[in-house]
């Protein structure tokens, strides 16, 4: 283990290193994540045979520890898959292999080599993207013409700037949901802006626990945060900022402070059409629509997702995209609602979903509940709606990392007053 420790537990590391590390986490985040590498056609065979290569490095240092959630969930997701296999008869095995390899080893395998550190790394790479992507956005909405230098540089990949609309650092899509009362929308490399808000919320909120206080990367994620004009964002925000001010004592600045800011919340949703949209409208049309309608839309998704467990509760539907449902006027189509990701694993692997969430978070919360809980449900606004949360590696270490570092921490322990207890025994 001799070699590793200096990026393992350590702090310092040579600036090769760094950016080597950097530019795994990347490639690992990427690859679920930014549309432009499966634009040409980078698939994520290359993270499978990364994934292999960094478990034998790991298992040859024999750092592979505390595994057995992690083999209860592969596990658990094969069922899952002979399940969807045995009801649609699809389901490419392959497909399930490479799921296993790309999202639910790779984090393990990460979080066994880099630790803490991991996630050190993860925030400067999410502070890194948030940047780039504001410097240009920004540019792209004072001077909309840099949209169609943006679209050139698309065009010299070989692709079609009119339909693969995402550069490697910022998104060039100008219209539907992409568009806040006339401007852009801040997606950064990602598939949509609520997605690039949910990467950037696990970075904001694993920041609070390596930095006490409030210094640039923080206000870089939340500048970026709110470039997006992402409604559950902004809802984590709120709550993540609350825990913050909660997590003390309350004394009457505090107060102040968050009465002013429940009450910008409030009229923001009151005289924004864009949020009334987004919330009151479309909730209550959302909710009359019958299941046999087109899937659009969170709340619609959600009722359809409530479906699908109602139907299948033990196995869902759509774990790989073979035993997904494609045809949205089917009533089991959920699409990205709320809830989505409980339609895709069932009932069981929900809970456990909810429950590992809520572990990890506590631990970066350093188990202040207050905090715990702000940070918890602001985790949940965001992911409740995506399905990052079982096909990003990053996404799933943390996933797992609760109950990681505790053992990890007990053992640490357990050695440390071995060693005292020994010391004071031979004196």
């Given at each position: 283990m001799g070699k590793i420790n200096y990026?393992?537990?350590?702090?310092?590391?040579?600036?090769?290193?760094?950016?080597?590390?950097?530019?795994?986490?990347?490639?690992?985040?990427?690859?679920?994540?930014?549309?432009f590498f499966y634009y040409l056609n980078m698939n994520t065979y290359y993270i499978f045979a990364l994934s292999v290569l960094l478990y034998l490095f790991a298992w040859q240092k024999a750092i592979i520890k505390y595994y057995k959630n992690y083999v209860f969930t592969i596990l658990y997701l094969l069922v899952i898959y002979i399940g969807q296999l045995a009801l649609f008869q699809a389901g490419n095995p392959l497909k399930f292999v490479r799921l296993i390899f790309t999202d639910i080893i790779l984090g393990y395998i990460l979080l066994n080599i880099f630790k803490k550190r991991f996630f050190k790394y993860y925030i400067d790479l999410m502070v890194g993207l948030a940047a780039i992507s504001l410097i240009l956005?920004?540019?792209?909405?004072?001077?909309?013409?840099?949209?169609?230098?943006?679209?050139?540089?698309?065009?010299?990949?070989?692709?079609?700037?009119?339909?693969?609309?995402?550069?490697?650092?910022?998104?060039?899509?100008?219209?539907?949901?992409?568009?806040?009362?006339?401007?852009?929308?801040?997606?950064?490399?990602?598939?949509?802006?609520?997605?690039?808000?949910?990467?950037?919320?696990?970075?904001?909120?694993?920041?609070q626990y390596f930095e006490s206080r409030w210094r640039l990367k923080s206000s870089i994620l939340l500048i970026t945060m709110l470039s997006t004009f992402s409604t559950a964002t902004y809802v984590g925000i709120y709550l993540v900022l609350l825990g913050k001010y909660f997590k003390n004592k309350l004394n009457i600045k505090k107060l102040f402070i968050i009465i002013l800011f429940s009450f910008m919340i409030i009229y923001s949703f009151v005289n924004f059409d864009f949020l009334q949209n987004k919330i009151s409208v479309q909730l209550e049309d959302q909710l009359d629509k019958d299941l046999y309608e087109g899937t659009s839309g969170r709340f619609f998704g959600f009722r359809k997702s409530l479906n699908v467990l109602k139907s299948f509760p033990f196995t869902g539907i759509g774990l790989?995209?073979?035993?997904?449902?494609?045809?949205?006027?089917?009533?089991?189509?959920?699409?990205?609602?709320?809830?989505?990701?409980?339609?895709?694993?069932g009932i069981v692997g929900f809970f456990f979903w909810f429950l590992w969430i809520y572990k990890s978070t506590s631990y970066f919360s350093r188990r202040n509940k207050i905090l715990t809980i702000s940070n918890y449900l602001a985790l949940l606004a965001v992911f409740f709606g995506q399905s990052i949360p079982i096909t990003s590696a990053p996404v799933m270490a943390f996933l797992f990392s609760g109950w990681f570092f505790t053992n990890l921490d007990k053992r640490n322990n357990f050695k440390n007053r071995s060693v005292k207890g020994n010391f004071n025994k031979d004196k």
């Open positions: 990026i393992s537990n350590n702090d310092s590391g040579n600036f090769k290193t760094n950016i080597f590390i950097v530019s795994l986490i990347y490639l690992a985040t990427a690859v679920q994540g930014v549309p956005w920004s540019l792209a909405v004072i001077f909309p013409s840099v949209i169609t230098f943006y679209r050139s540089i698309i065009a010299r990949f070989g692709l079609d700037p009119s339909t693969k609309d995402h550069m490697i650092f910022i998104s060039t899509r100008m219209g539907g949901n992409s568009l806040f009362m006339g401007v852009i929308r801040n997606a950064g490399a990602f598939s949509e802006p609520g997605s690039w808000g949910t990467y950037l919320m696990l970075a904001f909120v694993l920041n790989l995209y073979d035993t997904k449902i494609t045809d949205l006027y089917s009533e089991f189509a959920s699409g990205y609602g709320f809830g989505s990701i409980g339609s895709r694993i």
